[in-house]
């Protein structure tokens, strides 16, 4: 079940301010980044750096695994390895990670994610393993009411 409005299920984060990710799609197994490509997002060559793909990569892949249909019992993740491969370039315009979740077990979980411009373009991709956050293994994730702090909260590796 998708959700409508996914913004309204995280916390601020400053991680997410910084880099200026909005999740606009979230669902069991897939999650959909995007972000307006600005000036503080380019390199020295004047095209979108590829640790701003990279992030996006790796909060794309955790969203993925992290879904959770009760949003007062959200699941938290940690990546423990990620590999991106680098396809083509971009300097303006909004682009889309699609994160998948691929498979996984109860703490540890593979996926994949794709960085697409605009126009379709395939920008990146890449692969990551991710470990859930102690209580986040179950698909309602931890009891209600878990406390939200910075090192656990949805952005960048940190789903």
């Keep these: 079940m998708p959700m409508n409005q996914p913004e309204k299920l995280l916390p601020d984060s400053g991680f997410r301010q910084l880099l200026g990710f909005e999740l606009t799609q979230w669902s069991a197994d897939q999650a959909v ?3 307006d490509i600005g000036p503080q997002h380019l390199n020295l060559a004047g095209v979108l750096h590829g640790g701003v793909l990279t992030a996006l ?28 491969s680098f396809t083509a ?3 303006g315009g909004r682009i889309r990670a699609v994160g998948r979740k691929r498979a996984g077990g109860r703490r540890i979980f593979a996926a994949s ?17 991710l470990r ?28």
């Design 89 to 91: 370039q971009a300097s």
């Design 33 to 35: 980044v995007e972000l």
């Design 57 to 84: 990569i790796d909060v794309a892949c955790g969203f993925a695994g992290c879904w959770s249909a009760d949003p007062q019992r959200p699941r938290r993740c940690v990546t423990l390895s990620l590999t991106t």
């Design 113 to 129: 994610c794709e960085v697409f411009d605009a126009g379709g373009q395939l920008l990146a991709f890449g692969e990551g393993t």
């Design 132 to 159: 859930y956050r102690s209580g986040s293994e179950e698909a309602a994730g931890p009891g209600a009411g878990a406390a939200l702090n910075d090192s656990a909260r949805s952005d960048g590796g940190s789903a």
